[in-house]
């Protein structure tokens, strides 16, 4: 079946549309190169490392180096202006029918599951034991971006650019009394925790542990299959 788009939505500059990727999963990004706030090359790479939506670089700028600097840091193509609108779609389509293919091959996990903690990311709700547990709306996001990025370290700065956003206020403490909060509701012992560790002198790491028997596969396994 022909690739089809079905909504479409627009960042006007490129911190606003590193918050949208946190929390959607668009299909395909078209990115142009020169943004009011960031160079868009380098604004890919940094997207890169939490996230494999496809990415075309739509710019005038269209020297050899520029395309292979684009390419080079994460994008999936390249298309300079002036151009045609009809080939801009019929690129889009061609990728959106590859990455089709690619997430029928490599299915995305809706569901993670560590110990005695479950997250379900499509109804947004996370459960201790089998119980729905309340989380604060930071806390949520906070949570489900450490778990899909099992065994990886944050410092707390990194953690509030990518909760709280690029542009919002920092506070110290707004990530250490989150995580504790998060410790108290999902650690079996919030004292010793086992799932949000420190890493003293850097920062947070979240440890996804073997699944306990619930039915879940252990998540390290299935984030691997993103």
């Not at 739509?58 to 520029?66: A, E, I, Q, V």
């Not at 061609?94 to 005695?116: M, Q, Y």
């Not at 989380?135 to 990025?149: G, P, S, V, W």
């Amino acid at each position: 079946m022909p690739a089809t788009v079905d909504t479409t939505s627009t960042a006007e500059a490129g911190r606003h549309a590193v918050d949208f990727l946190k929390w959607e999963s668009p299909d395909l990004l078209i990115l142009d190169v020169v943004l009011p706030d960031v160079n868009g090359v380098e604004l890919c790479r940094a997207i890169r490392r939490y996230s494999d939506v496809p990415v075309l670089f739509l710019s005038w700028k269209g020297t050899p180096d520029d395309i292979i600097a684009g390419l080079d840091k994460g994008g999936d193509d390249y298309v300079t202006k002036p151009f045609d609108p009809m080939v801009l779609v019929a690129r889009v389509k061609a990728r959106l029918r590859r990455a089709k293919v690619e997430r029928e091959e490599t299915p995305r996990p809706h569901t993670l599951c560590f110990g005695n903690v479950e997250i379900d990311f499509r109804s947004y709700t996370v459960r201790v034991d089998g119980r729905p547990v309340e989380l604060f709306t930071k806390e949520r996001q906070l949570l489900f971006f450490l778990a899909r990025h099992p065994d990886q370290v944050f410092s707390p700065t990194q953690l509030h650019h990518h909760v709280w956003g690029w542009d919002a206020p920092s506070d110290e403490r707004t990530v250490p009394v989150h995580i504790s909060n998060l410790r108290k509701k999902i650690e079996p012992d919030p004292s010793r925790p086992i799932y949000i560790r420190t890493v003293r002198g850097f920062g947070y790491r979240f440890s996804p542990r073997e699944d306990n028997g619930t039915g879940c596969e252990n998540p390290a396994t299935k984030l691997k299959q993103k």
